[in-house]
């Protein structure tokens, strides 16, 4: 694995475990480098075993490794922005909710449960030396078309994984936010209500 040569570890109000402090999302991607299928088959089974309202685990995901036609198609789904730099990685995993059961029966916990899977995935990744990057600018429509979803599954997210590569290969504007400062809200405007 290729080791981020610029130093991204979040700048915390309270300790939290490292994993989770250096966890970061970057664009420069490694575009040669094949995945490394133990450490990605691993990642998905973080996401599986992440919990679920009544264990109904409401989530499916399309795996695209660079070099395939499915990847191209995902590439292709995304905005011009994500483009210009999604491409890269070495897989690209689309994030599915199920938003109803099979009989029609809403899941009003989908999008939460899936949230949950993508986390405990991005986690586990970070953990193995891959870097994860989720997005939202793509068009969920074509992405149901070329996977023959069924309306009640919901496409929320693209996750880009793969190694860090040349931060020079990005277009300047996303150089430049590749090593700004990494900022949150603070604690005490993000908890509305404490006793």
């Given at each position: 694995?290729?080791?981020?040569?610029?130093?991204r570890?979040?700048p915390?109000?309270?300790?939290?475990?490292?994993?989770?402090?250096?966890?970061?999302?970057?664009?420069?991607?490694d575009?040669q480098?094949?995945?490394?299928?133990?450490?990605l088959?691993t990642?998905?089974?973080?996401?599986?075993?992440?919990?679920?309202?009544?264990?109904?685990?409401?989530?499916?995901f399309?795996?695209?490794?660079?070099?395939?036609?499915?990847?191209?198609?995902?590439?292709?789904?995304?905005?011009?922005?994500?483009?210009?730099?999604?491409?890269?990685?070495?897989?690209?995993?689309?994030a599915?909710?199920?938003?109803?059961?099979?009989?029609?029966?809403?899941?009003?916990?989908?999008?939460?449960?899936?949230?949950?899977?993508?986390?405990?995935?991005s986690?586990?990744?970070?953990?193995?030396?891959?870097?994860?990057?989720?997005?939202?600018?793509?068009?969920?429509?074509?992405?149901?078309?070329?996977?023959?979803?069924?309306?009640?599954?919901?496409?929320l997210?693209?996750?880009?994984?793969?190694e860090?590569?040349?931060?020079?290969?990005?277009?300047e504007?996303?150089?430049?936010?590749?090593?700004?400062?990494?900022?949150?809200?603070?604690?005490?405007?993000?908890?509305?209500?404490?006793?």
């Amino acid at each position: 694995m290729s080791t981020p040569v610029i130093d991204r570890t979040a700048p915390t109000e309270h300790p939290v475990l490292d994993v989770l402090a250096a966890r970061w999302s970057p664009r420069a991607y490694d575009a040669q480098n094949a995945i490394d299928e133990a450490k990605l088959a691993t990642a998905l089974e973080a996401a599986r075993w992440s919990p679920s309202a009544n264990n109904s685990q409401p989530w499916r995901f399309i795996v695209a490794r660079r070099g395939t036609a499915l990847h191209a198609q995902v590439v292709n789904a995304l905005v011009g922005f994500n483009q210009a730099w999604a491409g890269n990685a070495a897989v690209l995993v689309v994030a599915i909710a199920e938003t109803a059961t099979a009989d029609g029966a809403p899941i009003s916990h989908a999008a939460y449960d899936l949230g949950q899977a993508v986390a405990h995935l991005s986690v586990q990744a970070h953990h193995d030396g891959l870097l994860v990057h989720q997005m939202s600018g793509f068009d969920a429509e074509a992405v149901r078309e070329f996977a023959d979803l069924e309306p009640r599954f919901a496409p929320l997210t693209v996750i880009a994984v793969g190694e860090f590569g040349d931060l020079e290969s990005l277009p300047e504007v996303l150089q430049q936010r590749e090593v700004a400062p990494r900022v949150r809200r603070p604690i005490s405007e993000t908890v509305v209500l404490s006793a």
